[in-house]
């Protein structure tokens, strides 16, 4: 079945590691987004991806950073440098970059926790 | 940029009962307005969607109703069922900065409850 895959579900860091978010997707979209949900505030973008090799930041890139080597595949690193890291993590791609098509698909989550 | 508001927070009804979810965006040049159901451990999906270019649509149980004038834009469940219990997302589609990129920002969600 084509979706979003992300990995791994939950995951325990120390204060002061990177720990890095892996997005896979094969319904050849050609647009990637992370965003952070926290209780009470909705879904903030992190960064996004129009096309391979090119990413923008979103309204909350501080302390994050990301790749897009492949079409299918945008990683997300959260380094030391994000100060409240604990949060839920939620992929998502659209068919066209403008993501004026409409529909996000979105992917099942990963739950960092800081310790 | 853009600015949207969502409320309530939670909404509890019984089964049966209709269920509304009002949202109120800043952005006079947003056009596509997208509704996410987001049910538990899962990642939101869309379940319906209106553009600027109409007021209202619907799709069986859901319809969603759109007041350009006054930018807010609501959710309407009728016949609520157990299963619609999730969270529920609204956002508005908006130009970044003058890019290309239409940005869509999403408000704070509802925790919608059907008591049975």
């Known amino acids: 079945d084509g979706g979003i895959t992300q990995s791994p579900k939950y995951l325990f860091r120390k204060e002061g590691q990177n720990v890095t978010l892996s997005c896979e997707q094969n319904?050849?979209?050609?647009?990637m987004y992370w965003y952070r949900q926290d209780p009470g505030q909705g879904l903030r973008l992190i960064y996004y991806?129009?096309?391979?090799?090119?990413?923008q930041k979103g309204d909350i890139a501080e302390g994050y950073s990301v790749s897009r080597e492949k079409k299918e595949s945008f990683p997300l690193t959260v380094t030391s440098a994000q100060k409240n890291p604990t949060a839920f993590y939620l992929c998502?791609?659209?068919?066209?970059?403008?993501?004026?098509?409409?529909?996000?698909?979105f992917g099942e989550g990963s739950r960092l926790t800081v310790l | 940029g853009e600015n949207v508001e969502q409320h309530p927070s939670t909404l509890s009804v019984q089964e049966g009962d209709s269920a509304v979810i009002k949202c109120t965006y800043s952005?006079?040049?947003?056009?596509?307005f997208p509704w996410y159901k987001q049910e538990l451990g899962k990642g939101p999906q869309l379940i319906i969607d209106?553009?600027?270019?109409?007021g209202e649509k619907k799709d069986q149980r859901i319809a969603v109703t759109l007041n350009k004038t006054a930018k807010h834009f609501s959710l309407h469940i009728t016949e609520t069922q157990p299963e619609d219990s999730a969270v529920y997302f609204c956002?508005?589609?908006?130009?970044?900065?003058?890019?290309?990129?239409?940005?869509?920002?999403f408000g704070q969600g509802t925790i919608l409850t059907v008591h049975p």
């Open positions: 998502a791609s659209s068919i066209e970059g403008s993501a004026n098509t409409g529909e996000l698909f």
């Open positions: 319904l050849n979209h050609d647009a």
């Open positions: 991806s129009q096309i391979v090799n090119d990413f």
């Open positions: 952005d006079s040049a947003s056009n596509y």
């Open positions: 209106i553009r600027s270019n109409v």
């Open positions: 956002a508005a589609l908006s130009n970044a900065g003058g890019t290309s990129y239409g940005k869509l920002t």
